[in-house]
């Protein structure tokens, strides 16, 4: 049974404010993650790259989960994430334990609603601290960052998923 279903990526938007412009943009990559995933069963989301790396996507839909908390829960709001929704990149889940394709889909798509929900509330000149940079930084850079933060792991998830059914795209 495929975890990831029927993912509608949403159109560029090539005209509209820089608010506008860069939250579409992210949203597009967010999608785009999902729709790397699109129709695989769990042994596929589960699968690692090639040696020496571990790997998959569903450790990348995690540390993307991570990144959303960090940048949008935490440093934004000050809220701090619970311990079973860290990210599987930095080493700080817990192998013993693991979270099925569906609990790491639902965590996922709920951190991307609860970032979307935050962000309407705020302007790009708002500035909070930033523990991994050890200064202050705009929403406009948390913006930029993590579009760069998904374009990256996207690109990750296009060569996991080619390695896994030889799909690919854009």
């Known amino acids: 049974m495929a975890v990831v279903n029927d993912i509608q990526r949403p159109e560029y938007l090539f005209i509209g404010t820089e608010t506008e412009i860069l939250w579409s943009k992210l949203d597009f990559l967010r999608s785009?993650?999902?729709?790397?995933?699109e129709g695989l069963d769990e042994d596929q989301l589960n699968r690692r790259s090639v040696s020496p790396s571990e790997l998959s996507?569903?450790?990348l839909m995690s540390h993307l989960t991570g990144a959303e908390r960090y940048w949008f829960h935490a440093c934004l709001l000050g809220i701090i994430p619970?311990?079973?929704?860290?990210?599987?990149?930095?080493?700080?889940?817990?192998p013993g334990d693991p979270?099925?394709?569906?609990?790491?889909?639902?965590?996922?798509l709920a951190a991307c609603a609860e970032s979307r929900r935050i962000v309407a509330e705020h302007s790009l000149e708002d500035i909070v601290?930033?523990?991994?940079?050890?200064?202050?930084v705009n929403l406009?850079?948390?913006?930029?960052?993590?579009?760069?933060?998904?374009?990256?792991?996207?690109?990750?998830?296009?060569?996991?998923?080619?390695?896994?059914?030889?799909?690919?795209?854009?």
């Open 57 to 59: 996507l569903l450790d």
């Open 82 to 94: 619970e311990p079973s929704t860290t990210s599987a990149l930095d080493s700080e889940t817990d």
């Open 129 to 136: 601290e930033s523990v991994v940079f050890g200064r202050p």
């Open 99 to 108: 979270m099925s394709p569906n609990q790491v889909l639902d965590q996922f």
């Open 32 to 37: 785009t993650l999902l729709w790397k995933c």
């Open 140 to 170: 406009r850079f948390i913006a930029v960052h993590m579009i760069e933060e998904y374009a990256r792991h996207c690109g990750h998830a296009d060569l996991l998923r080619e390695s896994i059914d030889g799909a690919v795209g854009e």
